[in-house]
């Protein structure tokens, strides 16, 4: 364990905690944090995840699971789905409703997460953060030994000016940082292969070669696409002096899968596993 | 000017105040918040536009924007680009630094910007709003009446779910809600326009049908694509009994425009002016 700050704690019968963060929200953080819990517990650990992010509890809908904690013996009891033990702000509110909190109360929630449910038996503790460097984020390194942060990222500037930020939070918090996840790093159109069958199909039919020409230039344009900008991911973890572990495209399965509560483990995220 | 809260103060000399908010982060509030300040400016009113999301600037990249404001009077001097007043925490900061302060030390950033900032003359104040619904938003609520708020989405039900928080927030704090932005809504895949063209070129020609039918068949399948989901803010806004103010395609431009400097000002944007 990394003592980060000294009045942390270490946990109960915990082994390793990693944080999964972003500084920018909407990069594809809570994906990440789940992909990677599922990716673990397939390897046969067992798998704690908690969703930090208090304002915007993504987790329930991620595992599409909900129900409320029970009580045991003075401890919450996380909820158990698809071989993982999961607690979220989520479990305890509805939908709709705001956590109009400020910093205090948030910190509060963040230190009962962490001591008071029983997370005993797990061999790594998966916490999704929230975006941005306040409240949750110090409360945090201030409640328990953070073993490792994953910092996750799209290739826009915006997002890495973000991932910077916070990447630099857990240097100033003495986190040891594993590494930079790249998300949404391009976009493969589904319609390519289809089209690229059908050419070779007219070629060796002698269609028209301009025709053809213009198709082939179109694939070759645009089949693979950037759409939130290209090799950000791999440049700032140079910049950084951190490692680069990977990229995920951006793909309609992997948003369905988030909103269905079936999320893909997608294979790259096994990269920083092999690392923890 | 809806009065929120009992010590909440009208800026001097300033006529409508905006809020650009989202609930999920990485949405594009602030790319909606700086096109419908450039479209209002366009349209020649004096607007101001107030960076909020103190962990996260992103309005001194967006603008491609840099400098400190001076100080005259005792009151800060915003920056003005692009026909703009714009001030932000990140004119204030280098990039990499992280903001890691508690809420009482961002509210009262919030009051600051709010207050000592010399904001008169403009006809509108655009506030672009950190993620969450927490101490940004409820300080803001509590030190100027908001007379208008727009909640910006994705399609994905992640994001509606925080829009909807986020809205409920507007609603408990009183700030009439003028509608719902959904952004990223579908995607054209740029090659299409070409491939058509070929097509009708080897239609003429006689080439082989079941080839050229396959070809048609991905274009209507995947040329106009829904990545992120679809239709998921109409529905949310019937829902919640809100205006649905339009949709923002998913678009390369958009995000090199954000990345570069040079925001494209959408046409879409103007919806929400015209109800201003
Ligand atoms: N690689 C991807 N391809 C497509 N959609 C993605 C991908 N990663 C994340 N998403 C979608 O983007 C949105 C934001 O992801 P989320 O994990 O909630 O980000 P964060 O936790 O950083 O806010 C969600 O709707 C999610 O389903
Ligand atoms: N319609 C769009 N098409 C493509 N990229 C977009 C679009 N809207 C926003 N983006 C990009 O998505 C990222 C998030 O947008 P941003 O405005 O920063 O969101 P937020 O303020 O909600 O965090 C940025 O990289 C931005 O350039």
């Known amino acids: 364990h990394a003592s980060n700050t000294p009045q942390s704690r270490p946990l ?3 082994g390793k905690v990693i944080a999964v963060a972003s500084g920018k929200g909407g990069v594809g953080k809570s994906t990440v944090a789940v992909n990677l819990a ?5 390897l046969g ?7 930090v992010d208090i304002y915007g509890p993504s987790l329930p809908t991620m595992l599409g699971i909900s129900g409320r904690p029970s009580v045991k013996e003075r401890q919450i009891v996380p909820l158990e789905v698809q071989g993982l033990k999961v607690m979220s702000l989520g479990f305890l509110m509805d939908d709709d409703t705001p956590v109009i909190w400020r910093g205090p109360i948030v910190s509060g929630i963040i230190r009962q997460f962490l001591q008071d449910v029983d997370w005993r038996g797990t061999d790594y503790l998966i916490l999704d953060l929230p975006p941005g460097t306040g409240d949750a984020q110090l409360s945090l390194a201030q409640s328990v030994p953070l073993d490792a942060a994953i910092v996750v990222t799209t290739p826009s500037d915006l997002a890495l000016i973000d991932a910077a930020r916070g990447l630099q939070m857990f240097k100033t918090l003495k986190v040891p940082v594993m590494g930079i996840v790249e998300n949404m790093s391009h976009f493969h159109w589904p319609g390519g ?3 690229r069958e059908a050419l070779a199909k007219l070629k060796s039919t002698g269609a028209d070669k301009d025709a053809m ?3 082939t230039k179109a694939l070759d344009t645009y089949e693979k696409m950037h ?4 090799g950000g991911g791999q440049k700032e973890a140079r910049r950084l002096g951190t490692a680069f ?3 995920i495209p951006l793909s ?3 948003r369905s899968g988030g909103d269905s509560g079936l999320p893909i483990v997608s294979g790259d995220i096994d990269n920083p596993v092999s690392q923890a």
Do not use: R
């Open 45 to 51: 650990h067992n798998v704690g995840l908690l969703d």
């Open 38 to 42: 599922l990716a673990l517990s397939k």
């Open 245 to 247: 572990l990977g990229e």
């Open 193 to 195: 292969p289809a089209v």
């Open 252 to 254: 309609p399965e992997v």
């Open 227 to 230: 759409i939130f900008g290209q």
């Open 213 to 215: 020409a213009s198709i």
């Open 12 to 14: 109960d019968g915990v």
